[in-house]
């Protein structure tokens, strides 16, 4: 299991280092100077020329890459095009916050997604599979923004169920904690629980005419012991896999759903950064974001590793 | 899979039962289409949404950008379908001018990235050896950073236009179809049939256009529906976020911005614009699905 | 019921499939007897229905398949008017069921353990885990799997094909059924192991359990079944002991069947005799005599009209029957 996941990680610093390279030449590479777009009528051109000494963005561009590149491996984030402050400790700040609502995202999508495919899959062209597919379809085309304004205009403008927006952390107040959490990861799982419902549907349409089901029939087995073990408990093998694969979407809708609901992770922050055009930290940012993604993808193929044992190396 | 035990293959012993769907971009005919349900819903839908696009190009019932066409804050009426804004401007009309800017970033998305991504994926394809190694890493590393940030981080750079979120979102879809198409070329290219095209001397060329893309297009006409649907999606949400067209120029996303900051007052603009959102991609995801069902019949079953 | 009583009794078992608006007939009118502690092959071509006989049996055979007969009889007991929730009872531990390929029958994400003692657990209701692996211990050691302890522990996919399919049989053994159908259990397998499973077979034939052997493969027949019953579309075509059948078979298709086994020793043939043509599809069954069309003893008799007219109805009380109008004049080759 070690050498799994260590092989694995061998795989990925290469990737991430191409991807630094990308993402340089990336934002490099882009026409336009976002210094003199950033300060906009107020930039002279000393101003302009000033700043870009401050900021270190005069110097040759092979220069500035290294200087990045070896500063994300010391854990650096470097600094802010627009306040020159280091992008470090307010990135590590909203970590916490981010994964809060990345892991409470996910429990809901599997918990809406999993068992609506299951029981779409099991009786495939029951009365809930025919729902459930015309459901989805709905699901996948609301907009997360759309779907999260509906939320607080139910719950927290009629029903005044739920705070509307903002964060406490946990360790602080854990129930407040919760429940500002609650709606953001809903809307997520409501926006992405459709495509785990439709794949996990079809697995599970499969499974029910695999070989092995149906000789667990032909063994006289209980029909809620083939429920529970040979349909259930394989049925969730894609899962795991599934949400490797929606991870990027997840992620994206973090994003928004961070700045419907005032939510500080790191996705809010990067969009303050768009805003203002401070593409150093938005550069940083994505770097962050992609570390993250490539992390949680690299969980996912562990436990679907310890949950499959044939795919144990 | 000759090895499946008896006890799965005995349901029909030996029978074909009717002859097997052709499928393949042959079998897009307008008979197909209102012959199958999801499709022609998603037809619908999305015409009426083009149309909307086109008509509120040159006509609204009110200028969309006039305040006080009525007084503010007007729950949807008879003179006013979809209610007012904070400002009095009437919100069917900024839907439909809305409608024009989203439809078109998301088309011009889809059209660059189709075009960048086939030429990427049939490089790599084609010519394998270093080049695909390389092109394909290059690839799989921009498919790893999530789409929605890699466009946010674009938009950045440029100016907040309609113009930038479509090139940005060109950045994001380029590898989607860069891999379908790399993967068709990569599958047909050793085909008997391409190998003897080669022998007796077909350019390569030619034999790109006549025998690997009629396999590929299937497969790329629904990677288009699907794509222009997301790009809708994410054109409102960068417009949401701000980084898109800029008010007062209305866009779907930024009516969203309004509807979220006036929820109390006005709840109607936000489930009035999101709802057409929502209906503009559920008929392009409708029909990309029933293109799906005519163009790869085996496929069906996986989704009702 | 005395001990003489058949194990299975079926008369007239019939399973259609509704297809195109008509219906299909994949085993049609067949009759047999299985008695206690016997092994019977079952052996036909493909599409011959001998596989959907087995699963019938069992009352397995998928929808929307039907299945009808006049007479269906496991131990005494009517199959036909038991209930679903009865089924599941006998399933599993009085009548068992082994088929060609054993990974394919076993849960991926279980251990051999646990596949073992779940079919104890859901009949029989023993919870304790002690008692449940001595169980799986016996029902190893009983089909001769080496390393029994190593191997509880172990997933299905890091047997060898040989290992699989004992674990198979020993699922189905474990609760001592009567009768076991065995589906092709051998045809996947190296001919060394092959040897291995078949002498368990009769080691379990020994102790009181019959057997249905289905198979396309006369050589194993002979090595083990005691009775065997020849398959054509959907009907039996000769029946008989393996011993009589094999030195005197009466039924054209089971001469070209024999005919085309390897003899061991002697010259080799000058040609490999297969039997000509294609065997039918249950939609297309030929008029009359169902085997005419690829009947060397038709041709060569000049194509006589009763063959194509009238279907063989053979004296089924006779030991050794066939289902061919010449065979009933005695005329064999």
């Given at each position: 299991m070690l050498r799994y996941i260590v092989n694995r990680l061998l795989i990925v610093v290469p990737l991430l280092l191409a991807l630094t390279v990308l993402l340089f030449v990336y934002v490099h590479a882009v026409p336009g100077d976002p210094i003199a777009g950033m300060l906009g009528p107020n930039g002279t051109p000393e101003l302009i020329a000033q700043i870009?000494?401050?900021?270190?963005?005069?110097?040759?561009?092979?220069?500035?890459?290294?200087?990045?590149?070896?500063?994300?491996?010391?854990?650096?984030?470097?600094?802010?095009?627009?306040?020159?402050?280091?992008?470090?400790?307010?990135?590590?700040?909203?970590?916490?916050?981010?994964?809060?609502?990345?892991?409470?995202?996910?429990?809901?999508?599997?918990?809406?997604?999993?068992?609506?495919?299951?029981?779409?899959?099991?009786?495939?062209?029951?009365?809930?599979?025919?729902?459930?597919?015309?459901?989805?379809?709905?699901?996948?085309?609301?907009?997360?923004?759309?779907?999260?304004?509906?939320?607080?205009?139910?719950?927290?403008?009629?029903?005044?169920?739920?705070?509307?927006?903002?964060?406490?952390?946990?360790?602080?107040?854990?129930?407040?904690?919760?429940?500002?959490?609650?709606?953001?990861?809903?809307?997520?799982?409501?926006?992405?629980?459709?495509?785990?419902?439709?794949?996990?549907?079809?697995?599970?349409?499969?499974?029910?005419?695999?070989?092995?089901?149906?000789?667990?029939r032909t063994r006289g087995l209980l029909p809620g012991t083939i429920s529970r073990r040979y349909l259930m408990r394989n049925a969730i093998l894609p899962v795991v896999v599934i949400i490797g694969m929606q991870l990027g979407t997840l992620i994206g809708g973090q994003v928004i759903v961070e700045q419907l609901f005032n939510w500080p992770g790191v996705g809010r922050l990067l969009i303050e950064g768009a805003v203002r055009r401070d593409y150093l930290l938005v550069q940083s940012l994505i770097f962050v974001i992609a570390v993250i993604y490539i992390m949680i993808n690299l969980l996912t193929e562990v436990v679907h590793a310890w949950l499959d044992p044939r795919v144990r190396l | 899979m000759s090895t499946v035990p008896r006890i799965a293959r005995i349901g029909m012993p030996g029978l074909r039962v009717r002859d097997l769907p052709t499928g393949g971009v042959q079998a897009i005919t307008f008979h197909a289409i209102v012959h199958h349900r999801r499709a022609l819903l998603g037809a619908l839908l999305t015409a009426i949404v083009l149309l909307i696009g086109v008509v509120g190009s040159f006509w609204t019932p009110y200028d969309p950008m006039t305040f006080d066409t009525g007084p503010a804050f007007t729950p949807p009426e008879l003179a006013h379908p979809m209610g007012t804004d904070v400002y009095g401007r009437d919100i069917l009309s900024r839907v439909m001018a809305g409608a024009q800017v989203s439809l078109l970033v998301s088309a011009g998305a889809v059209l660059g990235s189709l075009i960048f991504g086939t030429i990427i994926g049939l490089l790599a394809g084609y010519l394998g050896g270093f080049v695909d190694v390389v092109l394909t890493r290059i690839v799989d590393i921009m498919l790893a950073i999530p789409g929605l940030v890699l466009a946010l981080g674009l938009v950045t750079l440029l100016r907040p236009s309609a113009f930038s979120v479509s090139v940005a979102l060109i950045a994001v879809y380029t590898w989607q179809f860069a891999r379908i198409v790399r993967s068709s070329v990569v599958a047909v290219r050793h085909r008997p049939y391409v190998e003897a095209a080669k022998g007796l001397g077909s350019s390569g060329l030619s034999i790109v256009f006549r025998d690997i893309f009629p396999t590929v297009l299937p497969v790329l006409i629904v990677q288009v529906a699907t794509a222009f649907a997301w790009g809708i999606l994410d054109e409102a949400a960068i417009g949401f976020l701000g980084l898109g067209v800029q008010p007062p120029s209305p866009s779907w996303g930024s009516l969203l911005i309004e509807g979220r900051q006036y929820l109390y007052d006005a709840p109607w603009l936000p489930v009035g614009a999101g709802a057409v959102v929502m209906v503009a991609v559920l008929g392009v995801n409708l029909l990309g699905d029933g293109l799906r069902d005519i163009v790869d019949p085996r496929s069906g079953g996986a989704h009702l | 019921m005395t001990e003489t009583t058949p194990l299975i009794r079926v008369e007239g078992l019939t399973v259609e499939f509704p297809v195109r608006g008509s219906t299909v007939r994949a085993v049609d009118d067949v009759s047999f007897e299985v008695s206690r502690g016997e092994i019977v092959g079952l052996v036909g071509e493909s599409a011959s229905g001998k596989s959907t006989l087995g699963l019938s049996l069992l009352r397995m055979v998928p929808p929307p398949g039907e299945v009808r007969a006049h007479r269906m009889e496991f131990d005494g007991r009517d199959l036909s008017a038991l209930t679903e929730s009865q089924l599941r009872q006998i399933r599993g531990s009085e009548i068992s069921l082994i088929v060609q390929d054993a990974l394919a029958t076993m849960n991926p994400v279980t251990t051999v353990l646990e596949q073992i003692t779940q079919v104890v657990r859901d009949h029989e209701g023993v919870r304790s885990r002690r008692v449940l692996r001595e169980r799986a211990v016996q029902a190893l050691r009983d089909v001769q799997l080496p390393d029994v302890e190593m191997n509880l522990g172990r997933f299905p996919h890091e047997l060898s094909g040989g290992m699989q399919q004992r674990v198979a049989i020993a699922q189905g053994l474990i609760l001592g059924p009567k009768l076991i159908i065995a589906d092709e259990p051998t045809t996947a397998l190296d001919v060394t192991v092959q040897a291995e499973i078949l002498a368990l077979l009769k080691q379990i034939r020994d102790s009181g359990t019959s057997i249905v052997f289905v198979t396309h493969d006369l050589a194993t027949v002979a090595e083990i079944c005691d009775r065997v019953l020849v398959m054509y579309a959907g009907r039996i075509v000769e029946s008989g002991t393996v011993a009589e059948v094999f030195a005197e078979p009466q039924h054209p298709y089971t001469q070209g069947l024999l005919a085309s086994l390897l003899p061991l020793g002697g010259e080799p043939p000058e040609r490999l005799e297969a039997i000509p043509g294609q065997p039918p599809r249950p939609d297309a069954w030929p008029s009359g005599c169902r085997f005419h069309p690829r009947c060397v003893l038709w041709k060569s008799k000049g194509e006589p009209h009763i063959c194509r007219d009238e279907d063989p109805r053979p004296d089924e009380s006779q030991p050794h029957w066939a289902a061919c109008h010449f065979a009933l004049e005695g005329a064999g080759s």
């Open positions: 870009r000494t401050d900021r270190g963005l005069d110097r040759p561009l092979l220069e500035q890459y290294w200087s990045w590149l070896s500063g994300l491996v010391a854990g650096d984030l470097g600094v802010s095009l627009i306040s020159g402050q280091d992008i470090t400790p307010i990135v590590i700040d909203r970590i916490p916050a981010t994964l809060q609502l990345t892991f409470a995202g996910l429990f809901f999508v599997i918990l809406i997604g999993f068992p609506a495919g299951y029981l779409a899959g099991k009786y495939k062209g029951g009365w809930l599979d025919r729902i459930l597919s015309p459901a989805a379809l709905i699901g996948l085309s609301m907009p997360s923004f759309w779907v999260g304004t509906l939320l607080i205009l139910l719950f927290g403008v009629q029903l005044r169920w739920f705070p509307t927006g903002g964060y406490v952390a946990f360790e602080d107040n854990s129930w407040q904690s919760l429940r500002l959490t609650f709606m953001p990861a809903l809307v997520l799982g409501i926006t992405l629980s459709p495509f785990l419902a439709r794949m996990v549907r079809a697995s599970t349409a499969e499974l029910t005419r695999e070989p092995f089901v149906v000789q667990a | - | -």
